[in-house]
């Protein structure tokens, strides 16, 4: 069946525009895209995706420098006041021509309380046309990270979006269907063909794009796929039924290196388990009218109990690098000492139980998602076995992404899975997102747990608006500090991530997993 679908994608590219030069590019990985709608998941295959189609402002190059997008200039005219030249004679994709209208529009939408790209756009107090060529954007205060956030908010049209009753983000936690989440209208390099959610997604090349002239890249159609086996993703590739997996499974990657090719590299995303410790009860426990999450004893044992070595070696297959912190080595504010894990140690876990009134009493249900990140329903199922070690009994609740991330999104979890990437290589992103307590805009977020600490979050505050660099790097690491004491989530590592592809599949690997497809050339 999946040779059929994938030779009918072949046959339509045929008969498109370009099939005298064209170059038709099938890529796969364990699960699908979520939706089209550009301010609606954060989530890295989705924001991949919506890459092909929408652009920002400004982008990142090959080196991970801004540079110019659909703005051409920028400059600050005050400490809290930016102003964008926008690039001329630019058409979103059914002909209607960029206008700065479009970027006030969408930079608000992504302000929208149903947006999930509130990192992005926070700091920011307003959006405003100064003339049909320019905008400004005002922010709350000095904001050092502007540029590196506004990478990740893209552009819509604004009259498409309306004309669509799309003005507002698509409401994907509470499973919302809009026209803006199977269709889209963007300035990019190419345009969406077609969406057929868990079965592929075709996008074709934009004849019209501004860059077309300086496209390094000659894919002029790309078919994604979701496969969930991974077995079955190695066999696509080697038979030449795929181009490229974004996930190659660790077992298969020696095979691979032989019969194909592999490029690989550390990845920005921290993997780790976040528990809930605001509720006065937790939801998924035998432990009743209590939480026992809490107690920060208890949090320490959950850590201490975990082999984080041993999950490199038998699970990750040495593609991962364990941490102590929630921000990986390419993030602002990193540092050596932050990195230092607690040491494993299954008696102290046992005892901090016994202290804290859990020895061999506490259960619970850990979510997971189980087609997101490398091995992730694997490494759920080795925590939960660590943890068994010092009599915690914790029932694996393993779940495709399209269910599990509305699920954590509506705090219906007692404990869970989780990756987070930092885009913006600045460790504000992390902190204000999943570690400043639940307020306005950003702040909080993805907080599904409800840390919780005043002093932290006013560190995260002054972060913001720091621009002394020595300053804003002390107040960055002590509050990675004080969360790590508190055991506020429990890191486990950072990913390794290997690419796939056939040797005639030349691609620019990098650290925030996002295949470029306007950087990809087929031999």
């Not at 809009?178 to 934009?206: C, I, K, M, Q, W």
């Not at 894919?219 to 796929?225: K, L, N, Q, S």
């Not at 912190?325 to 000492?337: F, H, K, L, R």
């Not at 990140?373 to 992404?401: F, H, K, S, T």
Request: net charge negative.
């Amino acid at each position: 069946m999946r040779r059929t679908l994938i030779a009918s994608a072949v046959a339509a590219a045929l008969l498109s525009p370009f099939a005298a030069h064209a170059k038709p590019f099938h890529w796969a990985s364990q699960g699908d895209i979520l939706t089209m709608d550009p301010h609606a998941q954060n989530e890295g295959l989705t924001i991949a995706a919506s890459s092909y189609v929408y652009e920002p402002l400004v982008q990142y190059n090959e080196k991970f420098e801004i540079v110019e997008a659909l703005a051409t200039e920028w400059e600050q005219t005050s400490p809290t006041v930016w102003r964008f030249t926008l690039r001329d004679n630019v058409k979103f994709h059914d002909g209607t021509p960029f206008e700065a209208d479009d970027v006030v529009f969408s930079i608000k939408r992504a302000m929208a309380p149903t947006s999930h790209f509130k990192a992005y756009v926070n700091g920011i107090k307003d959006v405003r046309e100064v003339d049909g060529n320019a905008v400004e954007i005002e922010t709350e205060g000095p904001n050092p990270v502007l540029l590196r956030q506004l990478t990740n908010v893209f552009i819509m049209n604004r009259d498409w979006a309306e004309k669509h009753n799309a003005a507002q983000p698509q409401d994907f936690s509470k499973n919302e269907e809009t026209y803006s989440a199977r269709n889209a209208n963007g300035t990019g390099p190419y345009r969406l063909v077609s969406r057929e959610v868990d079965v592929r997604t075709v996008f074709e090349e934009h004849a019209d794009w501004w860059g077309q002239a300086n496209k390094k890249g000659n894919v002029t159609r790309v078919t994604y796929t979701p496969i969930k086996q991974s077995a079955t993703r190695t066999a696509a590739l080697l038979s030449g039924e795929i181009d490229f997996v974004l996930d190659p499974a660790a077992q298969d990657l020696d095979r691979l290196r032989q019969q194909a090719k592999v490029v690989e590299g550390n990845e920005y995303r921290t993997i780790y388990i976040g528990l809930d410790q605001k509720s006065p009860e937790l939801k998924y426990s035998s432990v009743k009218g209590a939480n026992p999450f809490a107690d920060v004893r208890v949090r320490e044992a959950l850590y201490r109990a975990i082999d984080v070595e041993a999950l490199k070696k038998a699970v990750m297959r040495g593609l991962s690098a364990p941490t102590g912190t929630m921000i990986a080595p390419q993030v602002n504010g990193w540092s050596e000492d932050l990195a230092k894990r607690v040491p494993y140690d299954a008696e102290r876990a046992k005892e901090l139980l016994k202290e804290a009134g859990y020895a061999d009493n506490l259960s619970f249900t850990l979510d997971c998602p189980n087609n997101r990140y490398i091995n992730d329903e694997a490494i759920c199922q080795a925590v939960v076995a660590m943890w068994a070690r010092i009599g915690v009994r914790a029932q694996l609740n393993a779940m495709p992404r399209a269910t599990y991330f509305p699920k954590v999104q509506n705090y219906d979890t007692s404990a869970y899975l989780f990756g987070w990437g930092v885009p913006t290589f600045d460790a504000l992103y992390t902190l204000q997102s999943l570690i400043h307590s639940k307020g306005e805009g950003a702040d909080g977020s993805f907080n599904y747990g409800n840390y919780e600490n005043a002093e932290v979050d006013a560190l995260i505050d002054q972060v913001k608006t720091e621009t002394d660099d020595a300053k804003r790097t002390e107040a960055i690491q002590k509050a990675l500090k004080i969360h790590a004491e508190e055991f506020g989530h429990i890191p486990l590592h950072d990913q390794v991530i290997p690419w796939a592809m056939g040797k005639n599949i030349n691609v620019v690997h990098r650290a925030d997993n996002r295949l470029t497809m306007e950087w990809v050339t087929v031999d």
